[in-house]
């Protein structure tokens, strides 16, 4: 299933090209190929050769006396947007032309009283490799532009799902609920609870946040989907026969733009009070201050008992309302845009299972990817092992767009278009 599907910055020429299924971007799903490996690609190079030779033309055709006022706007715009993309093109090559002097120098430093210089130049080329990936990563960050919602705060809920091993879905519904608090803390966002309905022995039925920051919905719009556990349970008859047991729990990451104008119908909700369920805290389950709001319209209802004031949950519940309708009218808009091909992404494709997590192995399987990541509690600790993996999930996403554009791209010249 395709991660990401988003924009691609072409040539004006190209902005409506057709879609097709190519062998270009099977090629890098195929070969697990990171950004350093996609820009060794020939049709990567032609494509960059071309954007930098029209960002020369362009220049020096700012300077000339013969254009008029709004030809010298028209290139300046051009120039803006393929500066930053040649200038990374310029580096990635002239750091591959040190890497292939201190090559050449290697070759010839074998002697003895050589050694420490050698071991010097070797240093000085691992350097270099490292930049050269991580220019390799800027720039295909460059050309695949920024979503809509990428810097947009989101609504995070999660949901445990059913097996007939007991409690193990609720145990790891919380887990990852705690995970994405954790990251939050990581990321220096904020992570406010507007919903947790905890399960009878320890665990978690469902629970809902809002979290605000910079670029939440870009880390963690992938995150939506079906995520499996495999696990002995602590406790049981399975736990003595070492029996393992499977479970899912479902995550949902609504974008939340700071302003969402959607209109609401007073006469469309339904609000229902109740007491609420949380882990603790003297308010509850002794006043009616949770807030359960349903908008008869389209069946959404949404839940909130962070707060003791009934009113402000209500509020809350509100927000939320108003983003998941909002979140139906993005849902529109892409199924109209990207109507030819499946995404995982976000809520979409919900029953899509999109990670496992297998305990017993110690590892975790992102399966867009093909992705394993060993150490689950370091994973599940919500620090540098996830943000690793989403950073992953990321460049796959970007390496995804560039992929499929260039098979276009391919495709059309092949046409004699």
Not at 14 to 28: E, K
Not at 392 to 401: G, K, N, S, V
């Amino acid at each position: 299933v395709g991660l990401h599907n988003c924009g691609f910055w072409r040539p004006k020429s190209l902005l409506d090209a057709s879609r097709f299924t190519l062998s270009f971007t099977s090629w890098h799903r195929k070969k697990h190929q990171d950004s350093r490996a996609l820009w060794k690609h020939e049709t990567v190079q032609k494509y960059l050769e071309t954007l930098n030779k029209e960002y020369q033309q362009a220049s020096h055709l700012l300077n000339a006396d013969s254009i008029n006022d709004f030809e010298q706007r028209t290139l300046r715009r051009r120039c803006a947007d393929l500066s930053p993309i040649a200038g990374a093109f310029h580096k990635i090559k002239e750091a591959e032309r040190e890497v292939q002097e201190l090559e050449a120098m290697c070759r010839e430093l074998d002697s003895r009283d050589e050694k420490q210089l050698l071991e010097l130049a070797l240093e000085e080329k691992e350097t270099l490799d490292k930049t050269i990936n991580v220019l390799c990563r800027k720039l295909f960050q460059l050309l695949v532009p920024k979503e809509k919602y990428d810097r947009s705060h989101v609504i995070l809920e999660v949901t445990a799902g059913r097996t007939t091993g007991g409690d193990i879905c609720q145990q790891f519904t919380k887990e990852m609920f705690e995970m994405y608090q954790n990251y939050a803390d990581y990321k220096h966002w904020t992570f406010d609870i507007v919903n947790y309905t905890p399960a009878e022995i320890g665990g978690l039925h469902h629970a809902a946040a809002h979290i605000l920051g910079d670029d939440v919905y870009r880390h963690l719009k992938y995150e939506g989907g079906t995520h499996r556990v495999q696990r002995i349970p602590e406790t049981g008859m399975s736990s003595r026969m070492q029996r393992i047991h499977t479970g899912t729990m479902s995550v949902i990451v609504l974008p939340q733009p700071e302003e969402v104008d959607i209109k609401v119908d007073p006469k469309d909700l339904r609000i229902d009070t109740f007491r609420a369920k949380g882990a603790g805290g003297q308010h509850v389950n002794k006043t009616d201050s949770a807030v359960r709001i349903v908008h008869l319209p389209t069946g959404l209802a949404v839940e909130c008992q962070q707060e003791r004031s009934q009113q402000l949950n209500k509020e809350i519940a509100l927000r939320t309302l108003r983003a998941k309708l909002y979140q139906q009218i993005i849902e529109k808009q892409l199924s109209q845009e990207q109507s030819a091909r499946k995404l995982q992404l976000g809520t979409r494709a919900q029953s899509e299972r999109i990670r496992t997590y297998n305990f017993t192995q110690d590892r975790v399987t992102d399966h867009r990817i093909l992705y394993d990541a060993r150490n689950i509690k370091e994973i599940l600790s919500g620090k540098e092992a996830l943000d690793k993996l989403i950073n992953r999930l990321l460049e796959f996403a970007e390496i995804e767009a560039v992929t499929e554009y260039l098979g276009n791209l391919q495709a059309l010249e092949g046409g004699g278009c």
